[in-house]
């Protein structure tokens, strides 16, 4: 199982040391889990990051650059409900459903609004959530279901009814009910809140947690407070049920906190959501997986989020060798202390003209309006002591590490013209039939 959260700080959990938000049930999965110190996602923006989890490669190799946002280009581009995580891709769902797991995602989808791009065809047997990348966190009126209908709440594919309750509860209680559905037979379920992205909405009862909290940083903690009870019931159900000592069980966030727009602290980590510093790209993650990750114990080596997809294939019984074309690597070996070596001497990062290669503990990045910078985040986890100055041909041969990882990538999509895609989809189609 998979739980992602959306947009929260990496300060802002129990486990990572916050006196204010409150994270009980978190707090104690983290006492029953390996906790990464390590880990980063793919993109510093949700879809990218996404893409890039779902299915184990850097997601530019195939093109998801950027977020699938309306009038993102313009009309000689792909129109927003266009873009989408490309049909040629094999997601985790796919090799999970091969395995003979019962496959489910929950919440947030954000891969491409278009039909062909729905969770049903991308893997999933089960989906109750929305298409789109944000939403209310309750029922939206006639108007609203009218502008967006990626904004709508959605079960299965095409029957779209409203939530009578807050969404962050009805998510987790819909991926409760599919556990009890499925208690019988293997099953991977993705549940994909969208707390604590934007609206700032929340529950009344929870805002009264915190009086004293005020504004953006108040909704921000009660939001929290949610999701995290969300958390706590659906791991108490596989408890009641007597399916925890055979259930991995895996928290992330998909990218840094936007300390600007939901009052998020990501320290000690530099920077936030949409930039490469480390407060847009690292994350929180736990693991709990009983029999290989001692309970109370930390990973201190770098990890992705790509290696989800090959983690959870070992674990599922499924051969990792047999995985083509994938950058994710399989966790399981290093984290029994089978294999010694870090799981990546290098990570990279991109998004148009800017970029980001971490090499060793040496991190290098790239910006289109002034000099790189060089960060040593073993002793400046903080990234405050630029060392370009001090380390030039450090700073060369990872620049050129970078640019030679970006020859290997695929042309964003959101810049293809339309008619390039439609011939793609004829190329397809003809594929298929």
């Avoid at 790209?281 to 770098?302: D, E, K, N, Q």
């Avoid at 040496?362 to 001090?390: C, G, T």
Wanted: proline share 6%; with cysteine; net charge negative.
């Amino acid at each position: 199982m998979l739980i992602i959260s959306d947009d929260a700080g990496y300060a802002d959990f129990g486990f990572h040391g916050s006196k204010v938000m409150r994270t009980p049930h978190l707090d104690e999965l983290a006492e029953q889990s390996m906790r990464f110190e390590q880990a980063y996602v793919t993109a510093a923006v949700c879809g990218p990051s996404r893409a890039g989890l779902f299915t184990g490669r850097y997601q530019q190799r195939f093109g998801f650059e950027e977020n699938n946002v309306p009038g993102y280009m313009s009309e000689s581009c792909l129109p927003d409900d266009e873009m989408g995580l490309p049909l040629d891709q094999t997601t985790v769902a796919d090799h999970m459903k091969t395995l003979g797991y019962r496959t489910a995602l929950i919440g947030k989808w954000h891969q491409g609004n278009a039909d062909r791009f729905h969770p049903l065809k991308r893997g999933f047997d089960e989906f109750y959530g929305f298409r789109g990348g944000a939403r209310s966190y309750f029922a939206l009126r006639d108007a609203e279901k009218l502008t967006r209908k990626e904004d709508r709440m959605e079960r299965g594919f095409g029957e779209f009814t409203e939530p009578d309750r807050y969404a962050t509860d009805v998510f987790a209680d819909e991926t409760i009910a599919f556990i009890e559905r499925n208690r019988d037979v293997p099953f991977f379920v993705v549940l994909s809140f969208n707390a604590v992205h934007a609206p700032m909405q929340s529950e009344a009862e929870d805002l009264k947690q915190f009086p004293e909290l005020s504004g953006k940083r108040k909704q921000l903690a009660a939001m929290t407070l949610a999701m995290d009870r969300g958390c706590g019931n659906v791991l108490k159900c596989l408890t009641k049920l007597g399916l925890e000592e055979n259930t991995m069980v895996v928290f992330t966030n998909d990218n840094g906190g936007p300390s600007d727009s939901n009052a998020s602290i990501n320290t000690p980590l530099s920077g936030t959501k949409a930039n490469h510093l480390e407060g847009g790209i690292r994350v929180p993650f736990l693991m709990r997986w009983p029999g290989v990750t001692p309970a109370g114990s930390v990973y201190p080596h770098p990890i992705s989020t790509l290696d989800l997809l090959p983690t959870f294939v070992s674990a599922g019984g499924g051969d990792v060798a047999s995985l083509k074309q994938i950058d994710g690597v399989d966790l399981h070996p290093h984290l029994t202390g089978n294999e010694e070596d870090r799981p990546h001497q290098t990570l990279y990062w991109k998004k148009e003209s800017r970029g980001a290669i971490r090499d060793g503990d040496w991190k290098l990045l790239r910006f289109p309006d002034r000099p790189a910078e060089l960060y040593d985040l073993r002793n400046d986890i903080s990234e405050h002591n630029n060392l370009a100055e001090k380390y030039p041909d450090r700073v060369r041969a990872m620049y050129k590490q970078l640019f030679d990882w970006e020859l290997t990538l695929d042309r964003p999509r959101w810049q293809l013209k339309r008619q390039y895609e439609g011939a793609a989809m004829k190329r397809m189609d003809d594929y298929r039939n």
